[in-house]
């Protein structure tokens, strides 16, 4: 690396681009805007503070490059022995080969008081200053002591400058004479003291801001001389001076390096702070730091938040569409609080070398983000969580109401227990910490639909209940209804009237006692027992209905006649003789007979209390709305007048059969 010659390396080289050079002011005064891409390919992107910048000044041609070069291993141009022209213009910045430290190397002036390169000289030096910590002035041993001419004149920009950008603050700068072509025959001492001199004069006669009257040089600048041998006449104390040099670049006791030289600006700002102070010093505006501090910051947090941000919504899309499939996602709570702190910790990483207050306030803006992006999510969530839970509550209920004997209170307040700490541990997983977020109106939507989903089902499993007791009540009547309408008399009512009521009473308790597990309402349960008293009432006259039908209501009463009129009292068959009073007896047995129609045609108890009671205007339809309503005063009649007139007139005709089919046996048996 240590090489005299002009190095061509390739960009396209990864190796090569490690030491390449890179022209960061150009001849027009142009600011190279690749050089953050540069700090990228020196490797030194992540360095963070811990990295240092070393910038040299002196005139032409005094060995400025070379001595970089075999300092650092950097490439910068060297003049051509032979051709003695100038080569470095502007402003080239190369990394040290095997050190994080960037080298710039500054156009020399060549002594001559032309307005444009003072000019320069004096950007050069704001800008240098503004970026590097250490200043290392070249110059000829056989100029000390002249305290004129190009040095002097740039050592004073140099304080001047100094004086503009860190007055005001505690900011240090090593400035670092290298006398170059040292014979020997003065010693180092003596001629540092004579620059001391030089210097300090200067600095007395440099004009102070205001405030700074009394400050001195020192509080400014640490002063180091170093004398380095002739180069062509002693080349070997010259390698020698130099590698002694190359060992005081060090953080150690000895070494040029300090904490309190740098300028604090993150390895990957640098560019773009840079870029700005070229930017101010170019146009002659007033360069203050803390505001370009300030400014990179800003730039520089906002970078790296979209860079943060970036990386973050690829990661967080994925759990994006995986809500989309309408199920809530396993710890997708976790994963998002491992988004977000990734995301903080990149922005932490570069982010917080910067101004402080910038830092912060950037941060909450990224949290913000961070937090806007991952909201939708929630929902989303909390929306397939209402879903499962939901599912939840109904697979729960199901289960429950299929046991037997269940308690409904108790299985519906279980399934509502479960379904709700489903949805309260599925909704606290994905919350975040100060992400301002709640679900408590979820959580009272999934209350309103569990109490209305609640409701459905407890109408429903009443309704089964009612259906189930009036199945019971059907049995229960069934076989004593058939034998008492098999048996007319005057008190066939009453008994008939009696089993039904005994039943009902029985239905109706067994209503109210498994209605307590509904915790149904007074109105609930009014409504069923209702619905449960018309259902009683119309399966008790389905009965009656079946039983007077014509052709069994003809032979009921046909065998009541003939119970009456072929059997005597004691059951056994009649067999007439002429004494008999047949007309007599079958007057007496059909009229009797007759008068079981009447019994027959109208439900009418003897005692009228044992008539069930329906309120009068009720139009109710049942407790599903299904069932007919009906008028209970209409449902007492059987059989109509008509009806009643042509069953007795059919019967009549029966009769009158057996009553010629008596006389005629007497007949008979007098023919015998
Ligand atoms: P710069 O313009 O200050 O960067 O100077 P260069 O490094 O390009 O060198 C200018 C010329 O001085 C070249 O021909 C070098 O070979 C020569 N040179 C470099 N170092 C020394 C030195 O220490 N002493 C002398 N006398 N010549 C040197
Ligand atoms: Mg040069």
Redesign the pocket.
Request: aromatic content about 8%; charged content about 25%; overall charge negative.
């Given at each position: 690396m240590i090489s005299?010659s002009v190095q061509t390396p390739s960009i396209t080289n990864g190796h090569a681009d490690a030491s390449m050079r890179v022209q960061v002011i150009d001849e027009d005064k142009k600011f190279n805007a690749d050089l953050s891409k540069w700090i990228d390919k020196w490797g030194l992107r992540s360095a963070g503070f811990d990295y240092d910048v070393v910038a040299?000044f002196?005139?032409?041609?005094?060995?400025?490059?070379?001595?970089?070069?075999k300092l650092f291993g950097t490439t910068?141009?060297?003049?051509?022995?032979t051709q003695?022209r100038?080569?470095?213009k502007g402003i080239w910045m190369c990394r040290a080969d095997d050190l994080p430290v960037l080298v710039m190397?500054v156009e020399?002036t060549d002594g001559r008081e032309r307005g444009e390169d003072q000019d320069f000289e004096r950007k050069s030096a704001l800008f240098s200053l503004a970026s590097s910590q250490i200043l290392l002035v070249?110059l000829?041993e056989h100029q000390i002591g002249l305290y004129q001419g190009a040095n002097m004149a740039l050592l004073k920009t140099v304080i001047e400058v100094n004086l503009s950008l860190f007055g005001k603050t505690d900011q240090k700068t090593l400035l670092l004479f290298v006398i170059?072509?040292h014979v020997g025959a003065t010693p180092l001492t003596n001629l540092s003291a004579t620059l001391t001199a030089d210097i300090e004069r200067i600095w007395a006669s440099v004009s102070k801001p205001e405030g700074l009257e009394s400050r001195l040089l020192t509080d400014y600048f640490d002063l180091e001389y170093v004398g380095?041998?002739?180069?062509?006449?002693m080349p070997d104390k010259?390698e020698a001076d130099v590698k002694s040099l190359r060992t005081r670049f060090t953080f150690g006791p000895t070494g040029f390096f300090k904490e309190r030289y740098r300028r604090r600006i993150p390895a990957d700002g640098v560019g773009v702070y840079m870029d700005s102070i070229w930017e101010q010093v170019s146009s002659n505006k007033d360069l203050d730091l803390p505001t370009q501090q300030e400014l990179l910051a800003q730039f520089r947090c906002d970078e790296i938040s979209k860079a943060a941000l970036e990386a973050f919504t690829s990661r967080a899309k994925e759990g994006r569409r995986n809500l989309e499939g309408g199920k809530a996602v396993a710890n997708l709570g976790g994963m998002m609080r491992d988004w977000k702190t990734e995301a903080l910790h990149r922005f932490d990483t570069e982010a917080s070398r910067y101004h402080a207050g910038v830092y912060k306030s950037k941060r909450e803006d990224l949290t913000a983000a961070l937090h806007a992006y991952l909201q939708p999510l929630f929902m989303a969530q909390l929306k397939n969580l209402h879903k499962s839970s939901l599912a939840l509550f109904k697979v729960q209920l199901e289960e429950g109401l299929r046991k037997d004997g269940y308690d409904f209170a108790t299985v519906v307040g279980d399934a509502r227990t479960k379904s709700q700490t489903a949805f309260k541990e599925g909704a606290d997983e994905v919350l975040i910490p100060d992400a301002d977020w709640d679900y408590d109106l979820e959580l009272q939507q999934l209350d309103e639909d569990l109490t209305s989903l609640t409701a459905l089902s407890k109408s429903d499993e009443m309704k089964k209940m009612v259906n189930s007791i009036e199945r019971t009540f059907k049995r229960e009547i069934g076989e004593k209804v058939d034998l008492e309408l098999g048996r007319p008399g005057p008190k066939m009512w009453d008994t008939v009237l009696t089993v039904y009521s005994a039943a009902l009473q029985k239905a109706e308790q067994a209503y109210v006692k498994k209605a307590k597990s509904f915790g149904s309402t007074p109105d609930e349960d009014a409504k069923s027992l209702l619905t449960l008293r018309q259902r009683a009432w119309r399966a008790l006259k389905v009965k009656v209905d079946e039983h007077t039908t014509e052709t069994l209501l003809l032979s009921k009463l046909r065998a009541s006649f003939e119970e009456k009129f072929r059997y005597d009292e004691n059951g056994v068959p009649r067999v007439w003789s002429k004494n008999d009073d047949i007309d007599g007896l079958f007057r007496k047995s059909r009229d009797e007979t007759v008068e079981l129609i009447t019994v027959y045609s109208r439900i009418k108890p003897s005692n009228p209390d044992l008539l069930p009671a329906f309120p009068p205007e009720e139009e109710f339809s049942g407790i599903d709305g299904n069932d007919e309503p009906f008028e209970f005063e209409e449902s007492l009649l059987i059989l109509s007048e008509a009806k009643q007139v042509d069953i007795t007139s059919k019967f009549r005709r029966e009769a009158d059969a057996y009553f010629v089919e008596a006389k005629r046996s007497i007949v008979s048996s007098i023919a015998q």
């Open positions: 005299d040299v002196g005139s032409q041609s005094t060995g400025k490059s070379t001595l970089l070069n910068f141009d060297v003049m051509d022995e003695r100038q080569t470095t190397d020399g070249n000829w170059r072509d380095l041998a002739h180069k062509i006449l010259f």
